[in-house]
Structures are given as structure tokens and as C-alpha cells.
């Protein structure tokens, strides 16, 4: 039903997130979550995963099942590890680069189509990538 005068709209700022954890898993402070079937995993190579940005602490659920505890994610731009093996380069600005592991991106996707989008390259410099996750 469509509102019929003025309402109090919930707002929160679009940044921060909290998402439940897959299960058995940990996911480092300061590393790639993902979204896995609907829950928080650490990056990894895989098809069909979506970045949700960084964790924000560190998220123990080895011993739980799916969602029995949520992690904190920021969408944002971050610096991260270059490949060593298909680097980002500053021919990759602005372009997709790809999740190798929860702390690596990668300048294309394996030629195999195996990786996922980590996001946007940002910036790149001899010691790492900025990328904009989110």
C-alpha cells in the first residue's frame, strides 16, 4: 500500500554491513569477505562469489553452523596484494581485477573464468593495488 503522508524512514550509512559467517569458517580481520550462498566467507578463487568488502575484526565460526555469528564487512577502497603471477598493472585502472585469495586480486580471471570480481583498480604502485570493493 502506498504511504498516505509522511513517514519515518530507517537510514544507516551504506558502508558497513554485518553478515552471518558460512560455517566452519574463519574469516581474518583486514581480509576479502565474500558473499557465499548467502553468508560471509574469506575470498578465494571461485566463480560466482560476490566481494562485500573487508572484514572489520576477525570472524571465528569454525565450530558453528552458517550464520551462528555475523562478521563486520566496509565496503570501501583498500589496499591489497599484487599477484605475482597475472599482476595488476596501471593498464588496469578503473577496470576489473579478480580474487586470487582473502588478501590477493589478480589482473584477469585465470583465463578460465575461475575467479570472481574483487572490484574496480583504483590505484596500483609497486607495493600493492587499491581496490574499490563495493
Not at 29 to 36: F, R
Not at 64 to 81: C, E, P, T
Not at 113 to 120: I, L, R
Request: glycine share 14%.
Amino acid at each position: 500500500m502506498a504511504a498516505t503522508g509522511p513517514r519515518n524512514t530507517i537510514t544507516r550509512q551504506g558502508d558497513d554491513r554485518e553478515v552471518g559467517v558460512k560455517a566452519a569458517t574463519r574469516i581474518w580481520q583486514g581480509t576479502i569477505a565474500v558473499n557465499d550462498a548467502g553468508v560471509a566467507a574469506p575470498g578465494r578463487t571461485a566463480p560466482g562469489l560476490v566481494a562485500l568488502g573487508l572484514a572489520q575484526e576477525t570472524a571465528d565460526n569454525t565450530g558453528g553452523a552458517a550464520g551462528a555469528i555475523k562478521v563486520k564487512v566496509r565496503r570501501g577502497h583498500f589496499y591489497l596484494k599484487n599477484s605475482s603471477g597475472d599482476p595488476v598493472t596501471a593498464a588496469s585502472i578503473g577496470k576489473d581485477v579478480f580474487i586470487v585469495d582473502d588478501e590477493t586480486v589478480s589482473a584477469t580471471n585465470a583465463g578460465g573464468n575461475t575467479q570472481s570480481v574483487a572490484g574496480k583498480c583504483f590505484d596500483v604502485d609497486a607495493g600493492g593495488v587499491w581496490v574499490t570493493i563495493g
